[in-house]
C-alpha cells in the first residue's frame, strides 16, 4: 500500500474516521459522552491502546500467525492481546488516577471490546499496512475517535435539558447529533482517499 | 429470580440495545438489509448462551485480575466455533455472515452480559440471561432493518413489496439513517414503556 | 491452618489458569479447523470451478450440442472436459475449448476496493475485447452496500460489454442506479456505493490492459 503514514495519519482523522465514518466504536461513546473531561479521559485511553496495540498486533501477526500459518487465530489473538493490554492499563489507573478509574467505571474494561479498537487492526491485516502505517493508522483514528466524542461531549454541554424531550434525553439525542455529525463528515471524503 | 424473569428483563425491559445503550455498533452496520440483521442475530444468540454458558461454569475458579482476558478468550472462542462450523456445513450462509464474525466478538453486548451476569450467576439462569439478551438484541435489529430496507430498496428479505412506482430513499442505504431511526426507536420505547418508572 | 493459603491465591495461578483456558480453547478450535479443512478447501475449489463454468456455459453451449443448463449439472465431468489451465497470461487464466476450438478465456483478477483486495473471475471472447462476462468472488466491501457487487444485476451489466479496443482499455462510465437506459460503455452504479463500484470497472480495465499486454508480448 502506498500511501504515505502522514497522509494515513490525517485521512483516518477525517476522512476516514473511525467512528463517524466506519460507525465503530459507539456505546463507550455514546455513554460516557455526557461530561467534556470524562470524555478526554477516555479519548485519551483509547488513543493509548489504539496506538499500543495496533503495533502488538502488527508484530503478533507477521512474525507469529503468519510463519505458522494460523491467520485463522488472528481474531483471538488480537483480542486476546488488547484485553491484556486494557488490563493492564486498568490496573494503572486504578492505581495513579483513581478519579478517572470511578469516573469511566465499565466502560474502562469495555475498552477491550470497543469495535474501534479491533476493527483497526483487522483493517491493517486486510489493507496490508506496514508497522509505519498501521502506527499512523492506530494513532490517527484514536484521536479521531477523540475528535468525535469531545465533539459530541462539547454539543451535550451546551444543550439545555429543557430543549430535548424526556424520551430524547440521552442516547435519543446523541444518536441524532452523531448522525448529524456523520452526515457532516461525508463531505470529507473525497478529500483524501485512502478508502 | 424465576427463569422467566430473567428472560424478560434481558430482552425487554433491560434491553441492551435500547436500555443499556449497547450492541449500536452492529446495529447501524448490519440493519441496511432484514436478512443480515436475522443472521447476526443468530450468530449473536448462540455466541452468547455458550459463553454465558462457559463463564458461569468456571466463575468459581476464575481470578479477578484476569477474569477480563478470560471472557474475551471464551467468547471469541465460541464465535469463531461457529464459524468454522458454519464454513464447513452451511457455505452459503457463512458467506454472508463471513465479514460479522468480526463484529460479534466486539459486540459489547457479550462483555457487558459476562461481566454483569454470566460471570455472578449459576449457569442455567446465565444461559437464559444470555439468550434473553440475543433475542432482544436480533428484535431491535429486525425493527430497524425492517424500515431501512423497506424504504431504501423496496424489498423485505429479498423480496420486493413495492413496485417499481417507489424510490428508493437513498438515506435508507447509509447509516446514518440508522442513527436517526434508532433515537426514534429510543423514544417511543421511553415515552411509552419508562414513564412511569 | 488458618495461615495456609489455597492455591488459588498464589499469584503464579491467574497465569496458569489463563494459559490453561488458551490451551483448552485454541486446542478445540486447531482442532476443529484442522479437521474441516479439507472440507472447506473443497468447497471453495468447487464453488471457484462451477463459477469459472457458468461464465462459460452460454458459449459453451452454442458450440457443443448441449444446454447452458446441461452443462452445468454436468459438473465436474464438464469443467474437466471444456476448461483447461492456460499458460503464459499475466494473470491465471483458462481456456474453455470445444474440440480444441478455442471459444473463450477466463481471467482470475484482483483489484483494490474501498475496504480491502477484490477478486474476480473475467470471461472474455478469445480476441480479449469483450467480456463474456464478471463473477465477483472475493470482496471485502460493506455488507448490503459495496458488497452488492457480487449480485447478479451488477455484474450481469458487464455481459457483452467492450473493455479493449486498439488503443488500449475502454473506460467505462458509470450511472446512477436508477437510469432506465444504458450507453455500451455505461455501467450502474450502486447507489451509496460509488468507490467500490468504480474499483470494479478500474479493476477490469487495468487487469484486462495487462492480460492483453502478455498476449501481445507473447505473440512476438
Given amino acids: 500500500m502506498d500511501i504515505s503514514a502522514f497522509l494515513l495519519f490525517w485521512a483516518a482523522i477525517f476522512t476516514s474516521n473511525i467512528l463517524l465514518t466506519n460507525f465503530l466504536g459507539m456505546c463507550s461513546y455514546l455513554s460516557v459522552s455526557k461530561e467534556v473531561e470524562s470524555s478526554l479521559g477516555l479519548g485519551i485511553a483509547v488513543t493509548f491502546v489504539l496506538v499500543f496495540t495496533t503495533g502488538l498486533n502488527w508484530l503478533a501477526y507477521r512474525y507469529l500467525l503468519v510463519p505458522f500459518g494460523i491467520e485463522y487465530l488472528q481474531y483471538i489473538v488480537f483480542i486476546i492481546i488488547i484485553a491484556a493490554f486494557v488490563q493492564l492499563l486498568e490496573l494503572l489507573i486504578e492505581r495513579y488516577v483513581p478519579a478517572l478509574y470511578y469516573t469511566l467505571g465499565i466502560f474502562l474494561p469495555l475498552i477491550t471490546v470497543n469495535c474501534a479498537i479491533f476493527g483497526v487492526s483487522l483493517f491493517m491485516v486486510i489493507r496490508d499496512y506496514s508497522f509505519i502505517q498501521s502506527l499512523a493508522y492506530g494513532l490517527g483514528s484514536g484521536l479521531g475517535w477523540l475528535l468525535a466524542i469531545l465533539m459530541l461531549a462539547g454539543i451535550r454541554g451546551r444543550l439545555r435539558e429543557k430543549m430535548v424531550p424526556q424520551g430524547l434525553q440521552g442516547a435519543g439525542i446523541s444518536l441524532i447529533i452523531t448522525g448529524i455529525m456523520a452526515l457532516a463528515f461525508i463531505g470529507f471524503s473525497g478529500i483524501a482517499p485512502i478508502q | ?197 | 491452618m488458618a495461615n495456609e493459603t489455597s492455591f488459588r491465591d498464589r499469584p503464579v495461578y491467574p497465569v496458569l489458569f489463563i494459559l490453561l483456558l488458551s490451551v483448552v480453547f485454541v486446542g478445540i478450535l486447531a482442532l476443529m479447523f484442522r479437521s474441516n479443512e479439507p472440507r472447506i478447501d473443497r468447497q471453495r475449489r468447487e464453488a471457484y470451478e462451477k463459477a469459472v463454468l457458468a461464465l462459460c456455459a452460454d458459449s459453451l453451449a452454442s458450440l457443443s450440442g448441449s444446454s447452458a443448463a446441461q452443462i452445468m449439472a454436468a459438473y465436474p465431468g464438464s469443467f474437466t472436459q471444456y476448461l483447461g489451465r492456460e499458460e503464459g497470461f499475466a494473470r491465471p487464466a483458462f481456456a474453455a475449448k470445444v474440440d480444441g476450438k478455442l471459444i473463450a478465456y477466463v481471467f482470475d483478477i484482483t483489484g483494490k476496493g474501498l475496504w480491502g483486495t477484490m477478486r474476480a473471475l473475467a470471461a472474455t471472447t478469445p480476441d480479449l475485447q469483450t467480456l463474456l462476462g464478471i463473477n465477483v468472488y472475493e470482496q471485502v466491501e460493506t455488507p448490503g452496500l459495496g458488497g452488492r457487487i457480487e449480485e447478479e444485476w451488477f455484474t450481469s451489466q458487464f455481459e457483452r460489454k467492450r473493455v479493449l479496443e486498439a488503443g488500449g482499455a475502454v473506460e467505462l462510465e458509470l450511472v446512477p442506479e436508477g437510469q432506465a437506459e444504458l450507453g455500451p460503455a455505461q455501467i450502474r452504479q450502486i447507489t451509496g456505493a460509488t468507490i467500490t463500484s468504480k474499483a470494479v470497472t478500474d479493476m477490469l480495465g487495468s487487469e484486462l490492459s495487462r492480460v492483453a499486454g502478455s498476449l501481445r508480448e507473447e505473440s512476438k
Fill in chain 2, 1 to 197: 429470580m424465576t427463569r422467566k424473569e430473567i428472560f424478560v428483563t434481558s430482552a425487554f425491559r433491560e434491553n441492551s440495545v435500547w436500555k443499556q445503550i449497547l450492541g449500536i455498533c452492529s446495529s447501524l452496520a448490519v440493519t441496511n438489509l432484514m436478512l443480515n440483521s436475522l443472521i447476526m442475530g443468530i450468530g449473536v444468540i448462540f455466541a452468547l448462551a455458550l459463553s454465558s454458558l462457559t463463564v458461569s461454569l468456571i466463575r468459581e475458579y476464575t481470578p479477578r485480575s484476569v477474569r477480563m482476558i478470560a471472557q474475551t478468550l471464551i467468547m471469541a472462542a465460541y464465535v469463531i466455533m461457529v464459524d468454522i462450523l458454519l464454513k464447513a456445513f452451511l457455505p452459503e450462509i457463512s458467506k454472508q455472515l463471513g465479514p460479522y464474525v468480526g463484529l460479534i466478538i466486539t459486540n459489547c453486548i457479550l462483555m457487558g452480559r459476562l461481566e454483569a451476569f454470566a460471570s455472578k450467576n449459576p449457569p442455567l439462569d446465565s444461559v437464559v440471561d444470555g439468550i434473553g439478551a440475543g433475542i432482544g438484541y436480533t428484535l431491535v435489529l429486525l425493527a430497524l432493518s425492517f424500515v431501512r430496507e423497506l424504504f431504501g430498496f423496496g424489498t423485505l428479505f429479498g423480496m420486493r413489496i413495492f413496485g417499481s412506482w417507489w424510490t428508493n430513499w437513498s438515506i435508507m442505504v447509509m447509516a446514518p439513517s440508522a442513527f436517526f431511526l434508532l433515537a426514534l426507536l429510543i423514544w417511543i420505547v421511553n415515552t411509552k414503556y419508562y414513564k412511569a418508572g
